[in-house]
C-alpha cells in the first residue's frame, strides 16, 4: 500500500552532446515537453461555410482580350476578367495623362514669340522634344541636338518654354490683368544649384569650420545678451542711487512716503514689507524672509551682517525688525553697486587695450607708407 501510494519518480531527461546548458534549460522537462491542449473551437467547422462567406453564387472569370486607348500602336493583350464587366478599354488607361503641349501658329512666333539667341529651328526642335517626352526636361537636355542647335542647359530649355508659354498665356488672355501662370526665373534656378553643389562639396575640414563659427556666433550673443542685461542693471543701480540723494535733501515725513514707492520701483529685489499669511503669526517672521536674489548674494549678506556685529535673529521688536530690513537692502544695493563698478572697470580696461592696439596698427600703416614712399621717389629717380 505505501508502495503504491508514492509517486513514481521521473528520470531526469540527460542533455544532448553539444548542447549547451542555457539552450537546454529553454526546452524544460519532459512534462513540459508535451504537446499543448488544442483549444476546442465553438465554431461549426465546414458545415455552414455560407454562413460565413455569404450565400451569393461565385462569379465567373474569362480570358479576354483588351485595348490600352494610352497606347497608340493599337496593341491587343489577354487578361482575365469577369463575365458582366462589359468595359473594353484597360482600367489603368485613366492614369496615363498626358500634357497639353503648347503650339503656336507663324503669326503668333513672328509677333511675339522671337527671343535673341533662339531661331525658329531651335524653338521647333524644343517643342519637338517636349512632345516626345513629355516635358522631362533633364531627358529633353540629353536628347537636344548640340551638333545642328548649340549646347543648351536645362534651365535654358525651361527659360525657353515657359516663356513661350508665358507669351502665349498672356497674348490668349489679354483681357485679363494678369496671365495665369508666372515667369520662369532661370537666374534663380542658376544660383540655387551653384549654391547647392558648393555645399554638398565642402570638406571636412569646412564643415567643421562653419560649425565653430556658428558655436563662435552663438556665445558672441549670449556675451551681448548679458553686457545689456549688466547696462540695464547699472542703469537702475544709478537711478535708484539718484532718487535717494534727492530724497535726502527732503524732510523725514516727505523721505518715508516718498522713497519707499520709489524703491519698490527700481530695486526689485529689495525686502518688501507686505502682511505675512493671514492668521497668527511672529513678528520675528519679518526678519527671516528671504531676499529676492541668490543663495550666494544672501550668504554674502549675512556674512557682512556677522563682521558688522549684527545677529542673525535680533530682538524682533517693531522698530528693530525695520531697521534691521532696510540695512539689508542697504547692504545688498551696494554689493550691487560693487559689481557693476567692477564690470565698468573691466570694461575701462578692454576698451583701452583695444585703442593701444589700433594706435598701434595706425602708426605702423604711417611708417609703412612712408617708406612706399621713399622707395618710390628713388625708383623715379
Known sequence: MERSSKKKRTEPVKRPTGMHREVFALLGTAKDL????????NDKGLRHMKQLFGNRKVRSWQWKPFKNSARSDNLSLLHWKRCDDISTDYPFAKYSVKREILKYTDEQYNGVLQQPGWTRANTDHLIDLANRFDLRFVVMQDRWDKQIHGARSVEDLKDRYYSIQYRLDKLRDSESEKPKRPLYDADHERLRKEQLEKLYSRTREEVEEEEYLIEELRKIEIR????????????RLIKAADQLTETGSSNKKKKASTTKKKEEET?????????????????SAKTKQALQVGLKKSKLVEQILTQLGVGVSPMPTEEI????????????????????????????QALKHRKETLVGDQASAQRTRQKTKKICSQIQI
Do not use: H, M
Not at 553686457?227 to 542703469?235: N, W, Y
Not at 530695486?267 to 513678528?283: E, F, H
Not at 525688525?321 to 544695493?333: C, H, K, M, S, V
Open 321 to 348: 525688525t525695520g531697521q534691521y530690513n532696510e540695512l539689508r537692502n542697504d547692504i545688498l544695493f551696494l554689493l550691487e553697486l560693487k559689481i557693476a563698478q567692477e564690470t565698468l572697470q573691466f570694461d575701462i
Open 34 to 41: 508535451d504537446p499543448p491542449p488544442l483549444q476546442k473551437s
Open 267 to 283: 530695486r526689485s529685489w529689495r525686502i518688501q514689507d507686505k502682511p505675512l499669511n493671514a492668521g497668527v503669526s511672529l513678528r
Open 224 to 235: 551681448r545678451k548679458e553686457r545689456e542685461k549688466k547696462q540695464q542693471d547699472l542703469q
